[in-house]
T-cell receptor, first 116, second 117 residues
Framework: GESVGLHLPTLSVQEGDNSIINCAYSNSASDYFIWYKQESGKGPQFIIDIRSNMDKRQGQRVTVLLNKTVKHLSLQIAATQPGDSAVYFCAENQADRGSTLGRLYFGRGTQLTVWP | GAVVSQHPSRVICKSGTSVKIECRSLDFQATTMFWYRQFPKQSLMLMATSNEGSKATYEQGVEKDKFLINHASLTLSTLTVTSAHPEDSSFYIC?????????????FGEGSRLTVL
């Protein structure tokens, strides 16, 4: 299940199940969104991205959905594997700050744990 | 794929000393690099945008005299934490954009863990 508290939200799933990680973003002018995976003690690793003119994008085992009406982003991981265990962050590029692509604002993150 | 390297990966220093962290793009040129800090169990917080050949742009609330950024070449940006204190202990991460690519794909370094005693 999923829980939210003072620390990182957590999501625990069994190997082979599908995982859905959610993210709410703050700025309606954001035009580009990225999902990152971060393993302990390492830098973020790119998973998938989506621009604001799209509402869905698929990669290998992953799908990102964007709902601009409610400013919500989700990452779906199919057939989750133990190697998927990590912290997942969404990040937004806020165009109205005159931002160069790369000035990213990260969401809170979700700790995904996959049980064998 | 492109690689961004940070050095050192771990550093321990005494309170009051200064520490320099390097961020290098190994196989591409980066006009712009970005510095983030991350406290345990928390998200990445953007600190500043490092611009090659010009002054860095700092995010609101980040002390520019505390966190000195120098971007002397198209492949190197440095972050110097001056007069470090225990509350500066954190994971510092840089990212860089490949200027040769229209999509501006971003690459992150592996981070540098600073511990101030």
């Amino acid at each position: 299940g999923e829980s939210v508290g003072l620390h990182l939200p957590t999501l625990s799933v069994q190997e082979g199940d599908n995982s859905i990680i959610n993210c709410a973003y703050s700025n309606s002018a954001s035009d580009y969104f990225i999902w990152y995976k971060q393993e302990s003690g390492k830098g973020p690793q790119f998973i998938i991205d989506i621009r604001s003119n799209m509402d869905k994008r698929q990669g290998q085992r992953v799908t990102v959905l964007l709902n601009k009406t409610v400013k919500h982003l989700s990452l779906q991981i199919a057939a989750t594997q133990p190697g998927d265990s990590a912290v997942y962050f969404c990040a937004e590029n806020q165009a109205d700050r005159g931002s160069t692509l790369g000035r990213l604002y990260f969401g809170r993150g979700t700790q995904l744990t996959v049980w064998p | 794929g492109a690689v961004v390297s940070q050095h050192p990966s771990r550093v321990i220093c005494k309170s009051g000393t200064s520490v320099k962290i390097e961020c290098r793009s190994l196989d591409f040129q980066a006009t712009t690099m970005f510095w983030y800090r991350q406290f345990p169990k928390q998200s990445l917080m953007l600190m500043a945008t490092s611009n090659e050949g010009s002054k860095a742009t700092y995010e609101q609330g980040v002390e520019k005299d505390k966190f000195l950024i120098n971007h002397a070449s198209l492949t190197l940006s440095t972050l110097t934490v001056t007069s470090a204190h225990p509350e500066d202990s954190s994971f510092y991460i840089c990212s860089a954009s490949d200027r040769s690519k229209a999509t501006g794909e971003l690459f992150f370094g592996e981070g540098s863990r600073l511990t101030v005693l």
